[in-house]
T-cell receptor, first 115, second 115 residues
């Protein structure tokens, strides 16, 4: 069965420090990988994606993510966290085969950036 | 990207009643998706709505409970029928990026509370 795991319910970092939000997946083939952010009372906003190519992908608001095929991971990173980055982050995968379009989401990680 | 408008943004409903949620997209799309986000949980796909055909429901979701309409390529509705408190969730409409057809974009969501 396809699944996505975000092992940390919450990540706490100090403003200005680097941050990492972890994601591992179990999907057959070469999935599409995504990160989304959800601010309180808001919908999901797309941050970045990995489809193919360079393992390090860059996205919105200074975020980047590193794809590691051998570890089936797609960790979200940012070199210097901002208080405004505090939000709920979701990792998601989409199996390209069959092209159903279904996204499978991790359980989400709350990022708390403290001044 | 895509601009997705959902209505209503929130509602409080009595148990046993039904609520219809509308989703309007600013461009024509083949597939529209409806997701549910239960309190404190991740997103789960309810169904895929294709114009001109019956919606495709995911395991655990049935048409009698969540009827979907897709009258044209820019609009869809999701009805939550015979509601119970367990239906209290955020319901989100989603479409793929029209250009890349890889990443999904989401409406702001409808926060439903059933009392």
């Amino acid at each position: 069965a396809q699944s996505v795991a975000q092992p940390e319910d919450q990540v706490n970092v100090a403003e200005g420090n680097p941050l990492t939000v972890k994601c591992t997946y179990s999907v057959s083939g070469n999935p599409y990988l995504f990160w989304y952010v959800q601010y309180p009372n808001r919908g999901l906003q797309f941050l970045l994606k990995y489809i193919t190519g360079d393992n390090l992908v860059k996205g919105s608001y200074g975020f980047e993510a590193e794809f590691n095929k051998s570890q089936t991971s797609f960790h979200l990173k940012k070199p210097s966290a901002l208080v405004s980055d505090s939000a709920l982050y979701f990792c998601a995968v989409r199996a390209p085969s069959g092209n159903t379009g279904k996204l499978i989401f991790g359980q989400g990680t709350t990022l708390q950036v403290k001044p | 990207s895509a601009v997705i408008s959902q209505k209503p943004s929130r509602d409080i409903c009595q148990r046993g009643t039904s609520l219809t949620i509308q989703c309007q997209v600013d461009s024509q799309v083949t597939m529209m998706f409806w997701y549910r986000q239960q309190p404190g949980q991740s997103l789960t796909l309810i169904a895929t709505a294709n114009q001109g055909s019956e919606a495709t429901y995911e395991s655990g979701f049935v048409i009698d409970k969540f009827p979907i309409s897709r009258p044209n390529l820019t609009f869809s509705t999701l009805t939550v029928s015979n509601m119970s408190p367990e239906d209290s969730s955020i319901y989100l409409c989603s479409v793929f990026d029209r250009t890349t057809n890889t990443e999904a974009f989401f409406g702001q969501g409808t926060r439903l509370t059933v009392v």
